[in-house]
């Protein structure tokens, strides 16, 4: 029994046992490295497609408050967690008045996944012909 171990000991040495070790090491910590970098790049295409959709579902939140204020012009509250594709928009509306011209801050959230994209819009009252609409103030 003792020589059985003498012997492997003694092959373990010839063949390199700790450049052997050495090299199992590196290629742990290469498959590792490269595990991890697959992962990393999986995980930043994911946000990058949730952050382009949660734009896309707050400008949908962005149309509904638009198409409500159209059927509505006296509209003043907004929108509670509204699902939709997947996600979700909520919309929150501030009336104000300028002069003689009403505004309307519009403040849009579209959420999916771990990404929320939040969107803050102006837009005032226009009469034309007797028909009133909302459309986006300019930046003063």
């Not at 090491?25 to 994911?46: D, E, H």
């Not at 009336?95 to 819009?121: F, N, W």
Request: charged share 25%; proline share 3%.
């Amino acid at each position: 029994m003792r020589k059985n171990l003498k012997t492997n000991n003694r092959f373990r040495k010839d063949c390199g046992g700790v450049a052997l070790r050495i090299i199992w090491i590196l290629l742990s910590v290469v498959l590792i490295t490269g595990a991890v970098v697959v992962f990393l790049n999986f995980q930043q295409k994911n946000q990058e497609r949730d952050s382009r959709k949660a734009l896309e579902i707050s400008e949908y939140g962005l149309l509904r408050v638009m198409e409500r204020l159209g059927e509505k012009p006296s509209l003043n509250s907004g929108f509670p967690k509204t699902p939709y594709d997947g996600g979700w928009y909520s919309a929150k509306l501030t009336p104000g008045v300028k002069g003689d011209t009403l505004l309307m801050s519009v403040e849009v959230i579209g959420h999916i996944g771990t990404v929320s994209r939040k969107q803050q819009y102006r837009l005032k009252l226009s009469v034309v012909n007797g028909d009133s609409s909302w459309v986006r103030a300019l930046a003063e």
